[in-house]
């Protein structure tokens, strides 16, 4: 049985750098094929993907924030951390941590976590 | 601003079918396959179809997914009350070279 489960601030201030952690079991992320990934989803508002690490350590980060992110794993702990640097009140949002399949490096999620409420104020 | 446009809303009555559309373009869609993810409120989102139009283990016949050029629809038959969600679509973008979401619907059971 696949698990995953988001840790970490619940608030964070302006400028500050966050950092999530994304526990998991049931899967090996040594194992051909699979990743890890994380998205957002700010209240009231869409999915949006961040970043996604696979099994070779390969890694993917949305355009529009890979100056910001930095997606690592730690395969004996089965964890992977997310962080990203420079927070802003619009980054108030629901962090998903999931697990990833993919072939031909195109992906998709099927194990998602709970998600974890990080708020951005002063 | 997402790059795979889904209209905001769609309802339909009970034990009726309803069809969500997805727009997007030949570096998405048109190019690699398409996910379909369902968000019931105040839950972690779920996925429902991927590849298109293949059902993970446990999902409900009754949602079935196909993809046409640089389009792609989910349709659910038999609507019921526990259908009533956000559903989005999903892709890979080779032009941005990410993952990106459609701007998700609302299905409303009426």
């Known amino acids: 049985q696949i698990t995953l489960k988001e840790s970490g601030p619940t608030l964070v201030k302006p400028t500050q750098t966050l950092t999530l952690t994304c526990t998991f079991s049931g899967f090996s992320l040594s194992t051909s094929g699979v990743g890890v990934g994380w998205i957002r989803q700010p209240p009231g508002k869409a999915l949006e993907w961040l970043a996604l690490i696979y099994w070779d350590d390969d890694k993917r980060y949305s355009p529009s924030l890979k100056s910001r992110l930095t997606i690592t794993k730690d395969t004996s702990k089965n964890q992977v951390v997310l962080t990203m640097t420079n927070m802003d009140p619009v980054d108030t949002a629901t962090y998903y941590c999931?697990?990833?399949?993919?072939?031909?490096?195109?992906?998709?999620?099927?194990?998602w976590g709970q998600g974890t409420l990080v708020t951005v104020s002063s | 601003q997402s790059v795979l446009t889904q209209p905001p809303s769609v309802s339909e009555a009970p034990r009726q079918r309803v069809t969500i559309s997805c727009s997007g373009s030949s570096s998405n869609i048109g190019n690699n396959a398409v996910n379909w993810y369902q968000q019931l409120p105040g839950k972690a989102p779920k996925l429902l179809i991927y590849?298109?139009?293949l059902l993970p283990s446990g999902v409900s016949d009754r949602f079935s997914g196909s993809k046409s050029g640089t389009s792609a629809s989910l349709a659910i038959s038999g609507l019921q009350s526990e259908d009533e969600a956000d559903y989005y679509c999903?892709?890979?973008?080779?032009?941005?070279?990410?993952?990106?979401f459609g701007t998700g619907t609302k299905v409303t059971v009426l």
């Open positions: 999931a697990h990833s399949l993919a072939a031909a490096g195109r992906p998709y999620f099927d194990y």
């Open positions: 999903a892709a890979w973008d080779d032009s941005l070279n990410g993952y990106v």
């Open positions: 590849y298109d139009d």
